[in-house]
Nanobody, 125 residues
Framework: QVQLVESGGGLVLPGGSLRLACVTS????????LGWFRQSPGKEREFVAAISSSGADTYYPDFAKVRFTISRDNKKNTVYLQMNDLKREDRAVYYC??????????????????WGQGTRVTGSS
């Protein structure tokens, strides 16, 4: 069974930054597209970012286009999410996931086959 493990979450203040990472045991990592999603209490899972298997194409919802950046390192089997200028609305559990086939924008959770357990981004207020 393929495993994905997220890290990099933590306590931040508004305006702060975090870099999340997700390491996968997938042995053909370069063949998979990848995505980040988030979920906070009382809300449904929300698309955050996606990247194609080649890394040539990235996708973001409007709220993430300026502040967030997704990237991947195929030599390390790792996908990253750089988050800047964090807001209270960004507090959530963040999940990474793998999709076995290509997609047009990566925004639908139904296309992803494997999910990590999540890493929490929280605030003190």
């Amino acid at each position: 069974q393929v495993q994905l493990v997220e890290s990099g979450g933590g306590l931040v203040l508004p305006g702060g930054s975090l870099r999340l990472a997700c390491v996968t045991s997938e042995r053909t990592f370069e063949d998979w597209s990848l995505g980040w999603f988030r979920q906070s209490p009382g809300k449904e899972r929300e698309f955050v970012a996606a990247i194609s298997s080649s890394g040539a194409d990235t996708y973001y919802p409007d709220f993430a286009k300026v502040r967030f950046t997704i990237s991947r390192d195929n030599k390390k089997n790792t996908v990253y999410l750089q988050m800047n200028d964090l807001k209270r609305e960004d507090r959530a559990v963040y999940y990474c996931a793998e999709a076995p086939s290509g997609f047009s924008d990566g925004g639908s959770s139904s296309i992803y086959a494997n999910w990590g357990q999540g890493t929490r981004v929280t605030g003190s207020s």
